[in-house]
């Protein structure tokens, strides 16, 4: 599965953004999908998940309330809606595609599948 991101800029303290993620798989529904990201000198992290129907969602506690995560299916796309976004919310933000158990849901070990990364900068 090829995953390409999209949608990452600049924008101010408060500002919205959303994540695309496209997906080149019609088989894309059989697939767990994932946001992490990366701060500058800092190890990823995992943002939201969603599972294959996109009906059960799970955020970080830091981006809860703030951050959504869906999937429209037909498009073979996820995507990450960001709200009231903050400047340690910049970040490499990567998608990530698989079949994690519940134990690795939310880690990188989880997913077998990562685009490339889109850059977050929020600014103060």
């Known amino acids: 599965v090829q995953l390409q991101a999209s949608g990452g800029g600049l924008v101010q303290a408060g500002d919205s953004l959303r994540l695309s993620c496209a997906a080149s798989e019609r088989t894309f529904n059989v697939y767990i999908m994932a946001w992490f990201r990366q701060a500058p000198g800092k190890e990823r992290e995992f943002v939201a998940t969603?599972?294959?129907?996109?009906?059960?969602?799970a955020y970080a506690d830091s981006v809860k309330g703030r951050f959504a995560i869906s999937r429209d299916n037909a498009k073979n796309t996820v995507y990450l809606q960001m709200n009231s976004l903050k400047p340690v919310d910049t970040a490499v933000y990567y998608c990530a595609a698989g079949q994690p158990i519940s134990s690795t849901i939310m880690r990188e070990s989880g997913y077998r599948y990562w685009g490339q990364g889109t850059l977050v900068t929020v600014s103060s």
């Open positions: 969603i599972k294959r129907s996109g009906s059960n969602t």
